[in-house]
T-cell receptor, first 116, second 112 residues
Framework: DVKVTQSSRYLVKRTGEKVFLECVQD?????MFWYRQDPGLGLRLIYFSYDVKMKEKGDIPEGYSVSREKKERFSLILESASTNQTSMYLC???????????????FGPGTRLTVT | QQQVKQSPQSLIVQKGGISIINCAYE??????FPWYQQFPGKGPALLIA?????SEKKEGRFTISFNKSAKQFSLHIMDSQPGDSATYFCAASDGHAGKSTFGDGTTLTVKP
């Protein structure tokens, strides 16, 4: 079974703090993704990575950065947390196109971040 | 510009009824159309997916209908059950790094 784990289920941070969200997958997936989920807005892609040290901006990268130093780990960084970054953050991973006939993404359980 | 539009936002169906959720896309480069199901407190999980070379795919009570010319696809849940109550997301991908564009989601409630 593919397993995607996220470091925290719930997190409360103060405005201006630097926040790290960690994601680890155990299935040797090349692709990893960070989304935020807000009611009525679906899943919005923040950043994704298709290889170690490789990253691309998604649809809403402002205020975020990412790090992928190892294949199994993808970190999301909020450099200076703001209240409008209060959200559910979901990590996902998938095999590369060359290793899979589908683009199925496997999601972690999410981190509910509250910035006060 | 929203590339995948999903409707309705919410849906209430009686047990045993048919649930229908619709999606429309704009990018003709999309070649993979999955539906994800999300229960409260969980991450989304793949339910069923289709490629544009077929017009329909069925897995148990779940069917995707795909209309390439209209750039639309829909999820049909036959004999809906209370356990189907969840949020459903359609998505579309062009294969670049496995990236998918998601619809806004539909909250389905199946009443017993």
């Amino acid at each position: 079974d593919v397993k995607v784990t996220q470091s925290s289920r719930y997190l409360v941070k103060r405005t201006g703090e630097k926040v790290f969200l960690e994601c680890v997958q155990d299935m040797d997936h090349e692709n990893m993704f960070w989304y935020r989920q807000d009611p009525g807005l679906g899943l919005r892609l923040i950043y994704f990575s298709y290889d170690v040290k490789m990253k691309e901006k998604g649809d809403i990268p402002e205020g975020y950065s990412v790090s992928r130093e190892k294949k199994e780990r993808f970190s999301l960084i909020l450099e200076s947390a703001s209240t409008n970054q209060t959200s559910m953050y979901l990590c996902a991973s998938s095999l590369s196109e060359g290793r899979s006939s589908s683009y199925e993404q496997y999601f972690g359980p999410g981190t509910r971040l509250t910035v006060t | 510009q929203q590339q995948v539009k999903q409707s309705p936002q919410s849906l209430i169906v009686q047990k045993g009824g048919i649930s229908i959720i619709n999606c429309a896309y704009e990018n003709t480069a999309f070649d993979y159309f999955p539906w994800y199901q999300q229960f409260p407190g969980k991450g989304p999980a793949l339910l069923i997916a289709i490629r544009p070379d077929v017009s329909e795919k069925k897995e148990g009570r779940f069917t995707i209908s795909f209309n390439k010319s209209a750039k639309q696809f829909s999820l049909h849940i036959m004999d809906s059950q209370p356990g189907d109550s969840a949020t459903y997301f359609c998505a579309a991908s062009d294969g670049h790094a496995g990236k998918s564009t998601f619809g806004d989601g539909t909250t389905l409630t199946v009443k017993p």
